[in-house]
């Protein structure tokens, strides 16, 4: 059926790094793909969305191109904050019975220090 | 706007009893979501009611879970006999009925079963 598969966390960093998170889905059609966000004591809140190929979706320094030849969509930045410390799920949207249903990955914790 | 509110934000039961979730999504969101984080897993779909028709419960774990949307407001999600594979973070989600996204999700509720 149709998932997500994040890279397994903690991801530890100093302030300033590159940060990588890799995600790769699996899907029957052609999904939209986004990255949350779900920083400490608060909601998730979307962080950015790609609806097609090669589309790369930015937000806050942050980027993800979809990649169908791969099925990917990694999340970059290059040069994290402390303020970046979350946990960032990678998710894909799936049209079921005329309604959107959000699958998401199991989701990777970011730690940043100064 | 008021966002996506739940209560309570913490809860604390022993095996057997009963809890009561709630969620208030946005004013005017049709759409009504509710998603279960096990610990360090992904965030699995449970339910989603259309106003106050349940339009897919598929991801509802078993016939221990009951959720109500009356009136097509607020909702609640009922554990009863809770059991301790039911801990994790409990979310919900609203968004508009024609776009269907974006969701805003609320802090979630964190139960703990012991």
């Known amino acids: 059926g149709d998932s997500v598969t994040q890279m397994e966390g903690p991801v530890t960093l100093s302030e300033e790094a590159f940060l990588t998170i890799n995600c790769t889905y699996t899907?029957?059609?052609?999904?939209?793909l986004f990255w949350y966000v779900q920083y400490p004591g608060e909601g998730l809140q979307l962080l950015l969305k790609?609806?097609?190929?090669?589309d790369k979706g930015s937000n806050k320094g942050f980027e993800a191109t979809y990649r169908k030849e791969t099925t990917s969509f990694h999340l970059e930045k290059g040069s994290v904050q402390v303020s970046d410390s979350a946990v960032y799920f990678c998710a894909l949207i799936l049209l079921s019975g005329g309604y959107n249903k959000l699958i998401f990955g199991a989701g990777t914790r970011l730690a940043v220090h100064p | 706007e008021a966002g996506v509110t739940q209560f309570p934000s913490h809860s604390v039961i022993e095996k057997g009893q009963t809890v009561t979730l709630r969620c208030d999504p946005i004013?005017?969101?049709?759409?009504l979501y509710w998603y279960r984080r096990v610990m360090g897993k992904e965030i699995k779909f449970l339910l989603h009611?259309?106003?106050?028709?349940?339009?897919?419960e598929s991801g509802m774990p078993n016939n221990r879970f009951l959720a109500e949307r009356t009136g097509g407001t607020y909702s609640t999600l009922k554990v009863q006999p809770a059991e301790l594979e039911d801990s994790g973070v409990y979310f919900c989600?609203?968004?508009?009925?024609?776009?269907?996204?974006?969701?805003?999700f609320g802090n979630g509720t964190r139960l703990t079963v012991t």
């Open positions: 004013s005017g969101h049709d759409n």
């Open positions: 899907a029957t059609g052609y999904p939209s």
């Open positions: 989600a609203s968004s508009l009925l024609e776009s269907g996204l974006p969701l805003h």
């Open positions: 009611f259309v106003k106050e028709s349940k339009q897919d």
């Open positions: 790609a609806t097609k190929a090669d």
